[in-house]
């Protein structure tokens, strides 16, 4: 039982209290840098490198994310300081873990730029980007993020950029997909997070527009563990087509559940983009197989070289990194994973952009990611950022045609492009199966 | 969406198997909550831990179903040590159930994010093949589910014969009803605790692995949802009756199956979370047990 | 940097006003609620969708009800108002005589089913999505990424603080809280005593409701976006973990509570370098981390950093304790500074109060019947305890209630003082029907019961467990503690004096601010039988009160209920002594297998051989 105490006595653990949570908030707000301010955006030519800020999920469910994106970034970085940097400057990367969850990503944006402001960002995620894109924007920060959600298609952020497709037009491409491979009868089963409920209201629309039929709809509780009841909904629809995204152990447990309850088979799936990637699969092909991954899958994709001179440097810069990613399955899945892909494209656009600004201050090479991504009439094309500098270096004006393929931002900055299929072989490596058109695509709406 | 009669029925069929995950589960927790009066809310995590327990066994080469008996020591030994070294020093100084509910959360924080810390945060999966699927009309089940079903039946009856028939089980239940007169009677309570303890840890093990085996995946915080279910089940037979917990789990399995074929699936198991609390607003002892007034245990 | 700070300050502020809400609710109320978290949660989404245009904005990406564009404070106001008014439900939940482990589970699980439910049900609050672009408050006229207007959200933010500090303070220090803080300790005696425990536990959550909603909306207007993700079950154990670091039932530990936790751990874990291969260590560490706290805590220092302050409301110097320890023993004359003993009160009748505050009797003669039970019947899990009990009572007699074990004397009772509801049957107080009031109507009747069982508030202090009992305080109502010292200040000098000669009576003046849960047996079994006298009972009932009392004690207390009687209050007995009854007693009733088996004075009652035979043996 508590005893009283004297008086002196009493105050004493109040005081250490006191000094415990000084010295905490304290050590909380010393950042190894002293230049703080409020960040107006690039480092001064004093700083010999320019850090590029991974802002992402390391830790959470959705932790596989943030390792995936630096990956792309270190191999991008390390192809750039090879071929000689940019303005004298070298680039490195940096992880800041979000926690996937927006109240603690907020905070962890302002510790990245307490301790110096980074040159770009690249990652965000649908988990935190509406939290941080304007956190993005008040400090004059470029950012390619790779959200798809709908809030980025019409609203204007000045310096958000995005490569990947939004949610929206990738449930159209699916659709597209199911379409072109003649299916009439459609199944939906996407998991209740963010990335995935974005996709469900496009695609029903999309299906009714295609003439097609919506056979199921199950929405995948992502805290559940089994879906049993779920999968023999859809397999009793007998749907032509399974349209899928559900991250975690819910895709793995779904898909094995449905391979046992339809005889041992698993019909045609098609995937988003977000599962192109090795975590993904290697979850995903431990459950259901990779044989029948192989033979029953595909998925849309924004279009990726898969040959050519931007690919062959791309591989290259990844090649380098092979050793420093942990066991995720086979490393080629990173060659078409858009969270490598665009990123790493993204990177480059910001360099060359610098290198044609002749400025490592973002108000000065910003305009030039349009000009480079874009392309003025007569430019070169270069495919990496070696070939780009040694263009500008001879006066030329130049386009930046990643493995990403050519990029075309609208007035939001989302560029979209078009979209392939791809399909999984069974050693996880990826292939390209097919494209679609930009006339299919318009024709569901989009 | 309304599905006909076919998923229906073999709902009912994944029903059975969520029961007997569940039965196995409830059952030990039942007895642990009879015996000590404590609700063991790291129950989910000790599920977990066992079954990570025989994933490492098996994915060193051995069997699934020889690995199972590691989880069910590795559960039955983590058990008697919570109640050991944590719960009873809380209880003999005096702590308030309250207490040893917010020591069990903090049990299970530690024993999860333990596991993750040192396991990853990978999702992992048994090396194991489901087996083939048997169809009965429109019931499929595959060979697995079916031994997990049979494996649980066999262990219902056992728990029947333990209660009913053998010594212990006088003894534990006269502990259960009034622990200072069973040991006024003569019964070595402590011994007997610590028994029920390890039974129901055992218990608490196998269940750890028969859900990990029918999830097909899992990770360190997969059994966070699922206690929620074991604690529907407990309630609705009564906190303490292993008969209640029994047909508890039986209804909870079969229920939150069967209305994820004809409401919308994402909430199927928004149904255990309402019969437990309508159970906890309206009869908190539960349907098998006596109608005493609420809060005088 | 600016900006890392002022993020940290917000979220401490955020965190405090919580932390102070669940203070509220849980230190002071006693109320476990796990479900905490929702009302931060409501707050935050009612907020949102109070200050977001309609849904069809921006291209309506997003799918939300209301949208009502309200400027600020608006949606703060109504935030703190849901917050509030969702806790009235809860109030049904935990309200329930169901036992706090069983309450506290179903709380966390309906804060787990609600976030299921939000997330899955789209329309309402655009699900796992949640809610975006929610503006800043008075972002039109200000850059709300500007320095100025991050500092001036962090200072709104302190200030938010303090004004809960100083709230929640009042609270505490009127009569208001400590009613609330006897409920918390002992709720069915709280009931006996006169305290309307359900209003009291339905204010406390309501209070710690509104504060949480504020704090939501203080969140969202910062980040501007609120998701199911950032209300998880996780979220609930962090707030807990910080009360119960900081200090349960102190304002400034819940400060420090919120100051340490959330904040300054959580954020010194993200100094931590990731390690290489395993980028899920750390995060997963500090989850062990926390849980380790929660246990270490609770084990080595439950009362948390900053314990719950003992409340000295003594007006004048005490004595030496050692008189105290003489009290238990039954020799209470010791002349002193403060006057003499009560074994003198008979020689000096003015210098002595009576032992009861002046009630205004009705005018009736000594002799009628005040308190009658008629056919009480009470069944208990298929078992008849009572069956069929009548018996009335008279005023101003000391009646006792004898039998054998298991004959039912303490239901019979309890049934009389309304802690236990009758089967069947009739109560009737001074001829009014009283059966269906519950025990706390009963005493503000004029009807308190005492307990078997070792029934003080622990962790009040002995003047406290007096004082609390006294009726009709102003500062005892929510609308008496805003108003604050000024209000009942002067009445709770009143108050506390009554209680400290009602202390000195005793011999126990000494123990005044002692926490009653420290006393020995001897000690407590006297506070609260003075605790019932303050009640200024017209009929007390008592329920075993010289159960392990040393014999000349009993004989002292047994002296004092009798003046008590002659004062003109009722004093009802049940009592195991039979010798406490030959001296005592003016008539008893003899029950036996729920039944009265005989009644009269004890000395008849030796003479009749069934009764004797069932019962008196010496």
């Known amino acids: 039982m508590w005893r009283s105490r004297s008086r002196s006595g009493s105050r004493r653990p109040l005081q250490l209290a006191v000094v415990a949570a000084v010295l905490g908030l304290v ?71 979000t926690r996937g969850d927006p109240a603690d990503a907020v905070p962890a944006v302002h510790q990245m730029y307490a301790s110096g402001a980074p040159s770009l960002i690249i990652g965000c995620t649908s988990d935190e980007a509406a939290s941080v894109v304007p956190l993005f924007a008040a400090n004059h920060t470029v950012s390619f993020c790779m959200t798809g959600q709908s809030e980025f298609d019409h609203v204007k952020f000045p310096y958000f950029y995005r490569l ?116 993904w699969y290697k979850s995903v092909a431990a459950a259901v197989g990779a044989g029948t991954l192989a033979s029953n899958y595909s998925a849309d994709n924004l279009i990726t070289e898969t040959s050519g001179p931007a690919f062959q440097a791309f591989s290259t810069a990844m090649d380098a990194e092979k050793g420093k990613v942990g066991q995720t399955g086979d490393f080629s899945t990173y060659l078409t994973a858009p969270g490598a892909v665009h990123l790493y494209d993204g990177i480059n656009l910001a360099a060359l952009s610098m290198l044609a600004a002749h400025s490592t201050s973002t108000s000065a090479w910003m305009p030039w990611i349009l000009k480079i991504g874009d392309g003025v009439p007569g430019a070169t094309v270069v495919h990496s950022f070696a070939q780009g500098a040694a263009a500008l270096k001879a006066g030329k004006q130049i386009r930046y045609v990643g493995p990403g393929g050519p990029t075309n931002f609208d007035a939001y900055h989302d560029s979209a492009g078009l979209f392939q299929v791809d399909k999984y072989s069974t050693n996880g490596a990826v292939n390209v199966a097919g494209n679609i058109s930009d006339s299919q695509l318009r024709a569901l709406g989009l | 969406m309304l599905i006909v009669g076919s998923v229906f029925v073999a709902s009912i069929g994944f029903g059975v198997v969520s029961a007997a995950v569940l039965a196995l589960a409830a059952v030990g927790f039942t007895l642990q909550f009879a015996v000590t009066n404590v609700l063991n809310l790291a129950y989910g995590a000790v599920m977990i831990v066992s079954a990570y327990a025989a994933y490492e066994l098996n994915i060193h080469g051995v069997n699934i179903w020889i690995a199972t008996l590691g989880a069910i020591a590795a559960g039955a030994l983590l058990s008697v040590f919570l109640n050991n070294v944590v719960y009873t020093p809380f209880q003999r100084r005096g702590s308030s159930p309250i207490a040893l509910v917010i020591v069990s959360l903090g049990m299970t924080l530690i024993l999860e994010f333990g596991t993750q810390a040192l396991a990853g945060a990978n999702n992992v999966s048994y090396n194991m093949s489901q087996g083939a699927t048997v169809s009965a009309g429109s019931i499929q089940l595959t060979v697995v589910q079916l031994v997990i079903v049979g494996l649980s039946l066999v262990v219902m009856v056992l728990v029947h014969a333990l209660i009913r028939y053998s010594k212990l089980g006088k003894a534990m239940r006269a502990t259960a009803a009034n622990r200072n007169l069973a040991r006024n009677c003569g019964i070595r309570t402590g011994r007997v605790v610590m028994l029920t303890w390890l039974i129901s840890g055992a218990l608490c093990g196998l269940a750890g692995a028969t859900f990990a085996m029918n999830s ?43 209305s994820a074929s004809f409401i919308v699936s994402d909430y199927k198991d928004v149904i255990a979370f309402v019969i437990l609390l309508a159970m906890l607003a309206v009869r908190p002892t539960g349907l098998l047990g006596t109608p005493m007034e609420a809060g005088r245990t | 940097m600016v900006y890392y700070i002022t993020n940290l300050l917000v979220y401490a502020g955020v965190d405090a006003i919580a932390c102070l809400g669940l203070s509220a609710q849980f230190g002071v109320g006693g109320v476990t609620n796990f479900g905490f978290i929702i009302f931060q949660a409501a707050g935050a989404y009612v907020a949102g969708v109070l200050s977001l245009p309609s849904s069809s904005a921006d291209g309506g990406f997003q799918h939300y009800v209301l949208g009502l564009n309200l400027p600020f404070p608006l949606p703060w106001i109504g935030a703190a108002i849901v917050g509030g008014l969702l806790a009235i439900p809860f109030a049904s939940i935990v309200g329930r005589r169901l036992r706090g482990d069983f309450a506290a589970v179903g709380l966390l699980v309906t804060a787990v089913m609600f976030n299921l439910l939000v997330n899955n049900y789209v329309p309402l609050f655009n699900g796992a999505a949640g809610l975006s672009l929610v503006p800043s408050p008075l972002q039109s006229h200000f850059n709300p990424q500007g320095a100025e207007y991050q500092w001036g959200y962090a200072a709104v933010a302190i200030l938010l603080t303090l004004a809960t500090y100083w709230f929640v303070q009042r609270i505490t220090n009127a009569p208001f809280g400590r009613s609330l803080r006897a409920m918390r300790d002992n709720d069915l005696v709280a009931d006996s005593l006169g305290k309307n425990v359900r209003s009291l536990r339905t204010s406390s959550l309501i209070i710690g409701g509104a504060i949480a909603g504020l704090s939501g909306a203080v969140l969202v207007g910062f980040i501007n976006l609120w998701d199911p993700q950032a209300w998880g079950y996780a979220e609930t154990v962090v707030l807990f973990a910080a009360v119960i670091i900081g200090g349960l039932g102190n304002n400034r530990g819940a400060i420090l509570g919120a100051v340490l936790v959330p904040v300054a751990f959580e954020e010194a874990t993200r100094y931590i370098p990731p390690v290489n291969g395993n980028p899920n260590l750390v995060p997963a560490l500090q989850w062990v981390v926390i849980g380790l706290l929660i246990l270490l805590f609770l084990w080595f220092r439950p009362q948390g950093i900053l314990p719950e302050r003992r409340r000295r409301l003594s007006t004048r110097p005490l004595p030496d304790e050692a008189t105290a320890a003489a009290a238990t023993d039954g020799g209470w004359s010791l002349p002193g500074p ?48 009572v069956d069929g009990v009548s018996m009335a009572f008279q005023r101003g007699r000391l009646t006792g209630i004898i039998g054998p074990n298991g004959a039912g004397k303490s239901t019979v009772l309890a049934m009389l003082a309304g802690t236990l509801p009758a089967t069947s049957g009739q109560v009737l107080l001074a001829g009014e029907d009283v059966t269906s009031l519950p025990a706390y109507r009963r005493a503000r009747k004029g009807l308190v019961r005492t307990f078997q069982l070792a029934s003080e508030f622990k962790r009040l202090t002995v003047l406290e467990n007096l004082v609390v009992a006294i009726p009709g305080q102003r500062g005892e109502t929510f609308r008496g503690a805003m108003l604050g010292r000024r209000y009942w200040g002067t009445q709770e000098r009143e108050l506390v004096e009554r209680a400290e000669s009602m202390l000195e009576r005793f011999g126990l003046l000494a123990l005044a601010d002692r926490y009653a849960g420290d006393l020995s047996g001897g000690q407590r079994r006297l506070v609260e039988i003075m605790r019932a006298l303050m009640a200024g009972p017209d009929v007390l009932l008592l329920d075993e009160p010289m159960a392990g009392v040393h014999p000349r004690l009993a004989h002292q207390i047994g002296t004092q209920l009798v003046r008590l009687c002659q004062e003109g209050t009722t004093v009802i007995m049940v009592e195991h002594e039979l010798s406490i009854m030959d001296e005592f007693g003016d008539s008893v009733f003899v029950l036996a297998d729920g039944r009265v088996l005989a009644e009269g004075t004890m000395a008849a009652l030796r003479a009749q051989e069934e009764v004797v035979e069932a019962y008196l043996v010496g």
């Open chain 3, 338 to 385: 403060n006057g003499p003993g009560p074994s003198a009160g008979s020689d000096h009748p003015g210098l002595i109060e009576p032992l009861a505050p002046a009630l205004p009797s009705e005018g009736a003669p000594a002799g009628d019947v005040i308190l009658e039970g008629r056919d009480l019947v009470r069944t208990f899990q298929g078992v008849v305890a």
């Open chain 1, 164 to 279: 990947v497709p939004p949610d929206l037009s990738e449930s159209y491409a699916m659709v597209a997909i199911a379409q072109k491979l003649g299916y009439k009868r459609i199944a939906l089963a996407f998991g209740n997070d963010i990335g995935s409920q974005t996709f469900v209201g496009p695609a029903i629309a999309a299906v009714k527009k295609a003439g097609m039929k919506l056979v199921a709809n199950e929405t995948l509780d992502l805290s559940a563990n089994t879906f049993r009841t779920e999968a023999d909904a859809v397999v009793s629809a007998k749907p032509d087509v399974i349209l899928t995204e559900a991250l975690g152990p819910t895709e793995a447990s779904f898909l094995s559940e449905i391979k046992q309850l339809n005889g041992g088979k698993v019909p045609p799936i098609i995937g988003t983009s977000a599962t192109i990637s090795p975590a």
């Open chain 2, 216 to 258: 097909g995946t899992f990770g360190a915080t997969s059994t966070d949802v699922f206690l929620v279910l074991i604690l529907a089940a407990v309630f609705l037979g009564g906190p303490g009756q292993p008969y209640g917990a029994m047909l508890g789990a039986l209804i909870i399995g079969v229920t939150t199956e069967v």
């Open chain 1, 27 to 97: 050590a909380a707000g010393c950042g190894s840098s002293s230049s703080g301010g409020s960040g107006t955006g690039s480092g001064s030519s004093s700083k010999s490198a320019m850090t590029i800020a991974d802002v992402a999920p390391f830790t959470g469910t959705d932790g596989a994310l943030g390792p995936t994106y630096l990956v792309s970034c270190d191999a991008a970085t390390q192809a750039i300081n090879a071929a000689g940097g940019v303005e004298g400057h070298n680039f490195n990367c940096k992880a800041v873990d």
